[in-house]
């Protein structure tokens, strides 16, 4: 299995909703990764997570609140989300070489989200 | 961190024609990557080389790596309506951030 699921495919929300995004693999990947990609921009990387651990942190305002509850699942738990949030969220995978990943990531098809 | 730029933003061209897009950094990296991207969908991955590679070669996609001019190309031969999406190199050199270029993006029409 070579797939990256997210769910929901589509949020729209509110400012003062909470909402959450998931990703699920089941490549054994131990890097899991959250990107945003607003339209006709590059991905941006928000956060890598390495054997369920929190790696890295882009200096993502704290609206954004990454999970990662177990080597399968990641989660992004939203609050508070401002208008200029509405974006694709993507979120990826890798191998992970003992606290590097120079591999190829495998991406899910995103959560496309409005924040009204 | 540092982002690939790629050259050309756009291109339109006819089923049949060979595409060349071309992606420039400006430090040392361990590898590049080349990914797809079709309208408002996740990514693909196409390709990867390594800094101490030259040549790579997927079906019809050939990559080159040129270290000391630091850039790279992605070349489709033979190209389909199916091949329309865009197109981002992605430079890998510290461990786990993909920092991805601008893009092209691709249009070929039948």
């Known amino acids: 299995d070579t797939e990256v699921t997210q769910t929901p495919k589509h949020l729209v929300m509110g400012m003062t909703n909470k909402k959450s995004l998931k990703c699920e693999q089941h490549m054994g990947h131990r890097a899991m990764y959250w990107y945003k990609q607003k339209a006709k921009k590059p991905p941006e990387l928000m956060f890598v997570?390495?054997?369920?651990?929190?790696?890295i942190n882009e200096s993502v305002p704290s609206r954004f609140s990454p999970e990662c509850p177990n080597s399968s699942l990641l989660n992004l738990h939203l609050h508070a989300l401002q208008p200029e949030d509405s974006a694709l969220y993507l979120c990826?995978?890798?191998?992970?070489?003992?606290?590097?990943?120079?591999?190829?990531?495998?991406f899910g098809p995103g959560t496309r989200l409005t924040v009204l | 961190s540092q982002q690939g730029e790629e050259d050309p933003q756009a291109l339109s061209i006819q089923e049949g024609e060979n595409a060349t897009m071309n992606c420039s950094y400006k430090?040392?990296?361990?590898?590049l990557q080349w990914y797809r991207q079709n309208s408002g969908r996740g990514l693909v991955h196409l390709i990867l080389i390594r800094s101490n590679e030259r040549e790579k070669h997927s079906g019809r996609l050939r990559v080159t790596l040129d270290t000391s001019k630091k850039s790279s190309s992605l070349l489709i031969t033979a190209s389909r309506a199916a091949d329309t999406a865009s197109y981002f190199c992605a430079i890998s050199n510290s461990g786990y951030a993909l920092n991805f270029g601008k893009g092209t993006s691709l249009l070929v029409t039948p």
């Open positions: 990826a995978s890798s191998q992970d070489s003992g606290g590097k990943s120079y591999n190829e990531q495998f």
């Open positions: 997570y390495s054997y369920e651990k929190l790696s």
């Open positions: 430090t040392s990296i361990n590898n």
